[in-house]
Nanobody
Framework: QLQLVESGGGLVQAGGSLRLSCAASGRTFSRYAAGWFRQAPGKEREFVAA????????SYADSVKDRFTISRDNNKNTVYLQMNSLKPEDTAVYYC??????????????WGQGTQVTVSS
């Protein structure tokens, strides 16, 4: 089993920045691709960003491209999501996931509990 724990969420004003972290334990995290998804109230969970395990290939949702950056430090078993120029529509619970590289929830086998991000206008 792989355990994932997100941190770094909070309340920020529009235009501000936050960095989310996802710490993994229990298995060899470096062998998994990692992704971030988010779910706003009343909406379905949606893809935000993904990073592969080896070449560190990345993929982003159009809505966050050029504002968010996903990265990973395999020595620390941690994946990050740097979020800049935040907008109120970025408000959601953000989930970290591990599995195979992709933009769909079915690509991922392991999920964290989520961290709340609230962007005020």
């Amino acid at each position: 089993q792989l355990q994932l724990v997100e941190s770094g969420g909070g309340l920020v004003q529009a235009g501000g920045s936050l960095r989310l972290s996802c710490a993994a334990s229990g298995r060899t995290f470096s062998r998994y691709a990692a992704g971030w998804f988010r779910q706003a109230p009343g909406k379905e969970r949606e893809f935000v960003a993904a990073i592969s395990w080896g070449t560190k290939r990345t993929s982003y949702a159009d809505s966050v491209k050029d504002r968010f950056t996903i990265s990973r430090d395999n020595n620390k078993n941690t994946v990050y999501l740097q979020m800049n120029s935040l907008k109120p529509e970025d408000t959601a619970v953000y989930y970290c996931a591990a599995g195979t590289f992709g933009a769909t929830m079915t690509s991922y086998d392991y999920w964290g509990q989520g961290t709340q991000v609230t962007v005020s206008s």
